[in-house]
């Protein structure tokens, strides 16, 4: 059934969202662990559009995220990858994104915005706090070398009444940017992301390899 469909019952919509710069275990393991302890009924992956931070490094294009978090998410059923930002113009705000998704789901679908423990402590100083807190629960998950109780200080002294879960994750001390740096010095990314991921960073010689032999059919 489609999500909402059936009156009788509620959905529970988890959003996974990040740069996925490239997408790694870290999120995936995330997301499913999120998916188990709160009863999801899918998790939607969606690569941001131009993120309101980060605007400082030259990001992926959303093409590309979002191609890879299509191939990362691919074998799961409950997991799917969205354009839904990546398609929209200009720099794209997580309360906007939520905003736009409480329009088109019905009210028996509850977003659920998964985060990772640094976003979270990010996401109560935010200029949309606010908003945010009113659109959507939030879940909070543990990330090595970052401090979950420090984000639940903020949170609870924030002016804002956040519902939030928090959710222990199986620690994978791993990000973007190190999977980066990896790809750049010409080290492996084997038991850090889907094989499928690393196949399409090469393929597309993304961060900074430089090929030395490739047939261009466009
Ligand atoms: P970068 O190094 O480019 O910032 P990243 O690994 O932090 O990349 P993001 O796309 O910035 O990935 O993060 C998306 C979401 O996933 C955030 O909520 C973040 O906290 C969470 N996340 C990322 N890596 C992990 C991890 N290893 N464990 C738990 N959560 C994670
Ligand atoms: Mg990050």
Redesign the pocket.
């Given at each position: 059934p489609l999500l909402g469909q059936d009156v009788s019952r509620t959905y529970r919509l988890g959003i996974?969202?990040?740069?996925?710069?490239p997408?790694?275990?870290?999120?995936l393991?995330?997301a499913e662990q999120a998916f188990d302890d709160l009863d999801l009924d899918v998790v939607v992956f969606m690569p941001?559009g131009r993120p309101a931070f980060?605007q400082g490094r030259n990001v992926t294009s959303g093409e590309d995220r979002y191609a890879m978090t299509l191939l990362a998410t691919s074998d799961n059923p409950h997991f799917v990858a969205t354009r839904f930002e990546v398609d929209r113009a200009g720099v794209t705000y997580t309360a906007d994104t939520l905003e736009l998704l409480r329009e088109i789901y019905p009210d028996n679908v509850e977003l659920f915005f998964?985060?990772?423990?640094?976003?979270?402590a990010e996401i109560v100083t935010w200029r949309e706090a606010g908003r945010i807190a009113r659109l959507a629960h939030l879940v909070g998950?543990?990330?090595?070398g970052?401090d979950l109780d420090r984000a639940d200080d903020l949170i609870s002294g924030s002016p804002y009444d956040f519902d939030v879960t928090y959710l222990e994750?199986p620690?994978?001390?791993?990000?973007?940017?190190?999977?980066?740096e990896r790809v750049s010095g010409g080290q492996s990314l084997r038991y850090l992301t889907p094989d499928s991921v690393t196949g399409y960073i090469h393929k597309h010689h993304l961060y900074g390899v430089v090929p030395t032999r490739y047939v261009s059919v466009l």
């Open positions: 996974m969202g990040g740069t996925f710069d997408i790694h275990y870290g999120h393991v995330t941001a980060k998964i985060t990772g423990a640094d976003a979270i998950a543990t990330r090595p970052y994750v620690a994978l001390a791993i990000s973007s940017s190190y999977l980066r």
